[in-house]
């Protein structure tokens, strides 16, 4: 089953706490890297539109294809890696996750 990967457009921290601007999101493969195992995610939830990866941030929130704030969907589970704008690590979970149980940690 396909689903939003926030119910809300979470907000994405730096390491300071602050919003993440011009960060880097990566959605992989449940329990592995998600930068060396990509899963695809996607901008609508018909699941029709890919998103290339990395999902960039703006101002903490997904960054959709036009620049404007957007949603993302996956289906199933899947590891989440975050780096800020210089590309360093901020967090990054590989255990398996379903997008309900990830919510929490996103935002």
Do not use: C
Not at 65 to 84: I, N
């Amino acid at each position: 089953m396909i689903s939003d990967v926030t119910e809300t457009i979470p907000v994405f921290h730096d390491a300071a706490g602050d919003p993440l601007d011009a960060g880097y999101i990566y959605i992989g493969i449940s329990e592995l890297d998600p930068e060396t195992n990509p899963k695809a995610a996607y901008w609508d939830e018909a699941a029709t539109i890919v998103a290339t990866q990395p999902i960039r941030t703006i101002a903490g929130r997904i960054q959709g294809q036009s620049g404007a704030v957007a949603r993302l969907y996956v289906d199933g589970e899947y590891s989440v890696t975050v780096k800020d704008k210089n590309s360093a690590l901020v967090y990054t979970t590989e255990a398996g996750e379903t997008a309900a149980a990830a919510r929490a940690n996103l935002g």
